[in-house]
Every structure is written in structure tokens, then in C-alpha cells.
């Protein structure tokens, strides 16, 4: 089955900084790679998505990038805040039309502070 | 728009006693998951429901069980509960498998 390894598993950087967290994943059908953001007593919320027919997304002070021949996707955080203090999962999972579509193989996460 | 919602957020049970969790997915989404969410274990996929039906199942004992109803909520029971059952228990909506997906807030299980 699918395996997705995420590093680092802990990172801290000083306000403004950037933060960069890596994810490779296994299953060459995978084309659909979400990030979530998780914070003390919530669910998980999605907090950027890319599908494999696009190398880059951005949305503000995030981006997501896709290297589906590597098997990589990265999460990019630029002029990182407090408020962006948490923990990140990373996720992949097949296509629309795949029966496996709703499966998701998450990261074990990055817990990500940023000092002040 | 109301976002997913899981009912009740907090349970405490009794090892052998057996748990029912309920999860409301986003008006219009009819595509549901769960997740048990543990520290050493991290987020493991339970099952996913898809218009009332059963799409997929993750490597979980046939003590967890699921089950979706036509206004796609969705609930999900524990029998036989036992100690290591003791994690978050996450579910999330999308409009259709494969879509963006959204998490409640999780029901917090305790088995002692």
C-alpha cells in the first residue's frame, strides 16, 4: 500500500523566517497530495492542495510543490507568524476516478513552532 | 455553511463496552471518512462511506465498523473496546471521494 514519509518531524524557526517541510510518497498512482494543519484540541484543516497535473501552487505565504517523477511534495510557509505554530500533515491519495479516491495516507506530521 | 460535525467530543469507556461515534459531513457532501488519530500511530484510515455504501476499509479488526445513511451522516462503532483503542477519532466530508476533504473536530475515545 501507499507509504508517505515526512520530514523533519520537528522544526523550529524565528519569526519572519521560512519554514520548509518534505514529504516523499510510494504509490506512483497517487496524484492528489493535501496539506493540513492541526492545531491543540482541533481536527485537522486543509490548508493548501496540489493535484499531479501541476508543479506549483500558492495562496498567499503558502505553497505547495510536486515532483512526481521524484516522488516529492513540499510545503513552503514564508514570514512565518506565532499564529502558524502547529502541527503539519502532509497526505496522498488517488485520483477522482480511482475506487481508492477517499483513501488518504497521511505523514506522521511536523509539530512547527515559531519563536517570537 | 456549517462545517463537519462529531457528536459526542468526549467519551469514556470501559474496556469489553462497545461505542457508537456520529459524524454530520457538510450540507451537499456525501462522501465520508474516518481516521483514529493516535501519538504512536499518527492518523490511520478506518473506512470510507460514499453514497451509503462502503468504498474502502483500512487495516483495522472487525470490532470497528461503520455504516452511512441516505442524509450522509455517517456513524461508526467500536465493539469490544480495549485499551490501545484509545485514540481521536476523526471523520471528513467531501462533496465526492477524491475532493477536497474536511475534518470535524474528533471525538476524543478513553478506554479504561
Known amino acids: 500500500g501507499e507509504n508517505v514519509e515526512q520530514h523533519p518531524s520537528t522544526l523550529s524557526v524565528q519569526e519572519g523566517d521560512s519554514a520548509v517541510i518534505k514529504c516523499t510518497y510510494s504509490d506512483s498512482a497517487s496524484n492528489y497530495f493535501p496539506w493540513y494543519k492541526q492545531e491543540l484540541g482541533k481536527g485537522p484543516q486543509l490548508i493548501i492542495d496540489i493535484r499531479s497535473n501541476v508543479g506549483e501552487k500558492k495562496d498567499q505565504r503558502i505553497a505547495v510543490t510536486l515532483n512526481k517523477t521524484a516522488k516529492h511534495f513540499s510545503l513552503h510557509i514564508t514570514e512565518t507568524q506565532p499564529e502558524d505554530s502547529a502541527v503539519y500533515f502532509c497526505a496522498a491519495s488517488r485520483g477522482r476516478a480511482d475506487t481508492n479516491a477517499g483513501k488518504s495516507t497521511f505523514g506522521d506530521g511536523t509539530t512547527l513552532t515559531v519563536k517570537p | 455553511k456549517a462545517g463537519v460535525t462529531q457528536t459526542p467530543r468526549y467519551l469514556i469507556k470501559t474496556r469489553g463496552q462497545q461505542v457508537t461515534l456520529s459524524c454530520s459531513p457538510i450540507?451537499?457532501?456525501?462522501?465520508v471518512s474516518w481516521y483514529q488519530q493516535t501519538p504512536g500511530q499518527g492518523l490511520q484510515f478506518l473506512f470510507e462511506y460514499f453514497s451509503e455504501t462502503q468504498r474502502n476499509k483500512g487495516n483495522f479488526p472487525g470490532r470497528f465498523s461503520g455504516r452511512q445513511f441516505s442524509n450522509s451522516r455517517s456513524e461508526m462503532n467500536v465493539s469490544t473496546l480495549e485499551l490501545g483503542d484509545s485514540a481521536l477519532y476523526l471523520c471528513?466530508?467531501?462533496?465526492?471521494?477524491?475532493?477536497?476533504?474536511?475534518f470535524g473536530q474528533g471525538t476524543r475515545l478513553t478506554v479504561v
Open positions: 471528513a466530508s467531501s462533496l465526492v471521494p477524491g475532493q477536497q476533504a474536511f
Open positions: 450540507s451537499g457532501h456525501r462522501s
